[in-house]
């Protein structure tokens, strides 16, 4: 058995030694889809970023006690 | 002389009850005064939801040793005045009516050959069962029953993901029950919160392998380092932070997401309960009751466990900036396991408006099997015990696909607005499962399952179209959110060749590889 994997060819374009190059689109076609994808990426960024500051804890929710309330 | 008291081993035995409505009938009130009301809601709510399973018959196994409650006694209740049996009674339900000389006679049909025959008798009736604590005022132990069915009377679906089978061995017979494990806090060692993890952890840690903790084991790690009411026994509830130390304790990793307020039609608490929950990862709900919530009374939150979905068969989009619909926009409403109600309780989720800030907040109305409702409140967090190497979140999936899935309704506009997104984890194994089914073609389901290396669990991005699914982003659930981590782009039957092209182009930007 070896382990041969990382020296196939597709892998060894990210894992070479050469310094990554740029991505660049390859056509016009190409260019133009990417620029949607990133207007839409802007479109959606204040979405974003609210679910991204959900994900940081404030130490008054942190400290929340949750304990039964009487009925 | 001195009496010595001897201890001969007990003496069990079974006795057959037909179920009634009023079944919270078969508990008297303990002796003494009761602070609670009596009959606990508890029962009356297992009484009305076994109604709905329609059931028939109440098999009594008089002593039952349980394992949640022998820990709780060795922890607790040993060490009381009064002397607390170290067993149970269990309950076991059937939708078949049957009497003593019945059962008898299907014991001695087993016993004479027949087992499998007697065995599939029960099994098929079998609607699981309830542990009754010998404790006068909290009697409901571990409990599981099955959840009702996908149809609601609503025209809604009920979905299940956190639920897993659990193994009865009953005289003999080996019976089965799908659900997810509840059971009433006792106010000794184990408030909402600890019971709410403990029926969480049932599904996750049991899927991971990992050791299933009691509720006094939950209550003894969470009060390791911090104690939130001065004590750790009784119990006096637990704050978010030693939910978070329990969780770490029995090798899980805790996730907390806050509450966020609706902003422009746009339903953040659905889209985190959507991606978690549809993921079977059963997350402890932090809840304020609405009073509280308004500033009118003490500000303590609860806890309940949120372990299904109620679904409607359209998602839909009320932002008019968006191109696409949002899979959360789905979601009606919620099952919870609410330690104050039961297991499975139907809750709707609404808009509220808070009237101090105007905020529009995520309020959840619990309700009782029959509709209706117990109590109303208001979402504050989810914490949510995950895989300690999930470290991919449901936010950072969606911005992913939020951004895929704006871009391909934009840039395929035969699809209109019909464009959905939805995200879940998947463990990689069912996800390969699945590929196979769907019609790729030999060489993409080759490279898909023989030469694409997968995390555990990947984070899925599920793009549809009207007539489909068009294309499945799998996402490197291990990944920290400063890498890349999408792997690769599966084209889907749903996309046409221009389609393709267009997902081809994607999937180099992102930097997946794509399986067409």
Redesign the interface.
Known sequence: MTYD?YNRPENREIEGNEPERE?T??SE??KQ??E??E???Q??KP??K?????????SE?????????P? | MIGRRSHPYPEGGIQIVPFRRDFWKEFPAPLGWVEGTWPPVQLRYLADYLTHLECKTVLVEDHYVDRDYIYDMATFYARSLRSYPNHCQRLHFFREAFDNPRWKSLFADANHGEMSKSRAYLQNAYLGFSVVRPLPGSPVGRTVLPTLGRNTDAGLFREFHSIRDYVVHLAGFELSVRGLAFQQQDQGVSACATTALWSSLHYVAAKEHLYIPTPAEITEAAARYSLAGGRSLPQEGLNIQQICEAIRYFGLSPLIVESQPIDQGVEHDKAQLLGYIGSGFAPLLAIRPLAAFEGLQRTDGHAICGVGLKVSDQAYQTNEELNFRDAASRVAGLYVHDDRLGPYASTRLSQYTVKRTSQIRTGLTIAWPDGQPDEEAVLEALVVPLPPKVRLTITRMRALGLSLAQATGQLMPDLGTKVTLSYRYALAPDYREAALGFGLRDEAAYTLNCETVLSRYVGLLELTGPDGPLYDVLMDATETPANPAAIVCVCRRGLTPKGLEIVDSFARKIGARLIK
Do not use: G
Not at chain 1, 61 to 69: A, D, E, H, W
């Open positions: 994997r991505l689109p390859r076609q190409e889809i990417w949607v994808l207007q839409a990426r479109n959606v979405i974003v609210k679910e991204i500051e959900a994900e940081i804890v404030t929710l942190f400290n929340l006690r949750l304990k039964t309330p009925r």
